[in-house]
């Protein structure tokens, strides 16, 4: 055998066993609207990923990014989708859910009160920053 043959049989056995064991998926969503509807369509598609992926023996994880009106989907008094998020947080463990502290920010200043969010939630200095982040780290985006 070639130099070069073995290396392309080395290759496809090394990609044989990486699928055998299974792959990990990574899925950015992007949530930028203050709509029950769209927090949950967004909640929805992260329980499908999640259960088509372990289906097929692969893992997934799923980050969650809120910034503008989205940002009430993690504000802890004001969540439509509260109970949800909390549920599926211990259900999944592999879903995080990232708040733009840019929104935080500017509701503060606009209301003049203090912004508590969920504790799911992890503050991030920018949503959008964030989103790019993720893209550039290999993670699929998606905007239901």
Known sequence: MTRIGTLVLAGMMTAGMAFAEGQTHHVAIHVDQNDPQVMNMALN?????????????????????????GLHMLVADKS????????????????????????IKGMEKKTGQAVTLMEEANVVPSGVV?????????????RP
């Open 80 to 103: 439509p989708v509260r109970d949800r998020i909390a549920a599926m947080s211990l259900e999944l463990g592999n879903i995080t859910f990232a708040a733009c502290g840019n929104t």
């Open 45 to 69: 598609n992260a329980q499908n990923v999640d259960a088509y992926y372990k289906s097929v023996g692969d893992d997934v994880v799923i980050e969650m990014v809120a910034y503008g009106p």
């Open 130 to 142: 964030r989103l790019i982040e993720l893209q550039e780290q290999g993670f699929a985006y998606v």
